[in-house]
């Protein structure tokens, strides 16, 4: 088959994003991330004709289902989840494209049948072989779905064919940066870096996309971007849930594993990047890079100076009485696991130096709210700012990730009257109240970016690994202290007076959310 | 104030109040403090704009329509909007405004999003109109007409250009013209003539699943000859849908490299083009169907090359296309279309702020068309 059979029809459809016919094979489509995320996000983007009109959904998994039970297993997630409600007329020509294909992980003839299932969607749909594979599965079992992939011939090569296959790895990659290193290597022993889509859905999220946007597309801030004027940087991901259902993966993984590795430090990559000079993924995805390589190592000798863990106890949240994370079911007796963990965190390059970014996480706090604030340096203590009793209010601007996106500035300003007296007063921007419609899901952006192969907002190998270098650090240092005792904050606060000390004692407090 | 029931999702909207043209700045100023007197705390009330937007009607009738479209395009667009009505028998003055503002909860205070001002004027006052959008338009922001009417822009006359004047872009309709050949012709002039405005058709941008669906379906990966060796077309259409009709094979034409020959009305409800790609012949044979909604309902695709096929689209209710291929290698398939209705198609097409390189290419072979029609 020639490659870019040249079609004038597509021009002026959309001139970045053209998803192309695909196959998605869920493995793990039975599964929970199936139910609520991935499938409304399909359904959502199908509704909006935002998927191109040859396509299926293949789930693949070890329960006992068929099609027609994968469809109602759909259905009931995309009643609960979905962001836009189920249309009784199209519903029927959705599930049309939705199949089950029953089979083990680990099972080389489950592979063979799902290839013969796959050639068989493919010639009803007119899908010229396109494939791209969804491994919403334990990362114990990517090692053995991979290579099964490849041995049965469900890899496509980069050949110039013009037809794809892609994979989808969900987080987290390892639990250290061993095992971060053996997955990326099973995965690009078998497939190309190129076919590689590390998803962190955060990078899905609108206000998250919006970062480059505000800093790159405004002349205003990028010039206050940099140490002469910002005096630090929180970001905060507070979670008001505790462990709940995930205790068993949560105990063995912790705060630092689950959020800080992948998430906050992603956040971080994008507020502190330089200017990148094209659009193009790979020079975004360097850019990003580039500040993973400037991050400070945490000196073992230092790290209580630098880095806070720990757990939450018994409490109130909302008004309900809940138990502590060591009486959570599933959590480990004596566990040491952090529920909570806060850092101080430098970036040693020009922009940036002697900036301090304070990162925090941790679950059941008092409310869910994720934000990066950029507090500006504070005017001179002079004319308004004199009086060193009561000083101005520094410059804020909170970027607002979830669940109120939008941004925020916090300004001085005088109240009306013969006298100079000065208020802050907040101006708020919300997608939701100034545009209206709700945005479109993390996932619902990041799978179709996978359709249309734009690997822009997923994390490179390198990436992953660097994160994990410097995480490492942090995890090791914890190896070597054979403390039980961990700092104790009570469930519907906000984290431990360690914490509230680490950042104190540079003379800043954490926000209020 | 913040009492008031939401007109639309979070928009609430203040009853209109009549205040004199002269005042109106002032009346707004009175509305946003009394608003904010309800904003708590250190919220104070904030205020997102992005475009003027002057919108003007022939008929009261028109206007009532658009006053239920406003709350669903303003919350995707906060906007300033002037909505001009020329002809009223409402009242004996020549002009007659209101005013009224729409807002939504933010945090623990509100934010506004859009003032509107409504005119009402006798047609003996419509000169008049175009000089309240140049007193009450938002500096430095973009201003777009909503030209609400079954004239096309250009016939309408000197109301048309004196508007047109203050805007940016200019949005329009062509679906329910009553002679679109006419309309056709005026409006690719003036297009053509016209480099100062971002101009748009409504009418293209419902389009814009068909066209998805059509370039994926006859995509050369998947039929390899459909789209180099197509002999035939046959559009059927509803009442009022005729222009939608003409975009779209005047875009197949322009995209691809057809060369209108010959144009003949066949009666009163159907017509035919005869093109020319290369030395290969395109028939197009495009009917109206005497009742139905104003879309198209279907087309037939025909291809003569390895053997030939057909094709079928066709629109299934308001928001699903279908595909189904006849001896071709094209599966069938169901897809939804996107919600289309008129507020939306509004909204999306204020937040372009650039000229439509193939719409403008598209209306360059309608004209050829429509001109080899009249010939």
Redesign the interface.
Known sequence: MERHLHNPLTAGLSDVHRPQPCTLVIFGGGGDLSHRKLLPALYNQALDGELPANYAVLGFALEEMNDEGFRDFAREGIETFSRQKLDPAFWPDFAHKLHFQQGSFTDAEAYDGLKRRLEEIESRFGIPGNRIYYLAIPPSLIEACVQQLKRAGLVMPLDGSGRFSRIIVEKPIGRDLASARQINAVLCKNFNEEQIYRIDHYLGKETVQNILVMRFGNSIFEPLWNSRYIDHVQITVAEEEGVGTRAGYYDQAGALRDMVQNHILQLLTLIAMEPPWTMDANVIRDNRQDVLHCLRSIDRKEIDRSVIRAQYGAGFWRGQEVPGYRREEGVANGSTTESYVALKVFIDNWRWSGVPFYLRTGKRMPKRASEIAIQFKSVPPIFFNADRSHPLEPNVLALNIQPNEGLSMQIATKLPGPKVKIYPVKMDFRYGSTFGEASPEAYERLLVDVMAGDATLFMRRDTVESSWIWIQAILDAWADNRSRWLPEYEAGTWGPVEADRLIETDGRKWRLL | MSAAKPVY???HCSSPVQVSLSDIEKELTGLWHSLNRDAAG???L?R?CMSNLVVYCDLRSEADAVLQDLPKIL????ARVLLLIGETERTNDDLKAYLSIYY????D?W?L?AEQVTVYCRQNAARRLPSIPRALCVGDLPTTLWWVSSQPPPLAGEIFYSLADNADQIIFDSIGWKNPVKGVLAVTQWIAGNDSHVIYNLAWRRL??W????????????A?DA?ATVSRLEIEHGPHALPVAWLLVGW?AA???WQPVEGRLLSQSAMTWHFECGKDPIDVLVKRRDEGDAWIDQLLWSWSGNAGGTVMFYQL?E??LG?SGKGA???E??????ESDRARLVAAQMAHRFH????EDVLEVSNRMAAILLK
């Open positions: 999702h979070d928009i250190s919220q104070t904030t997102a919350e995707v667009h906060p939504s909860p933010v945090s205070g934010q999003c814009k699943a066209r998805k669906l059509i370039s994926e379906a006859l995509d050369p990966v998947v390899p789209l197949l995209r691809l490299k209710g928001r699903k595909v290698p094209v599966a398939t169901v897809v939804a279309i996107p439509d390189e193939l719409f």
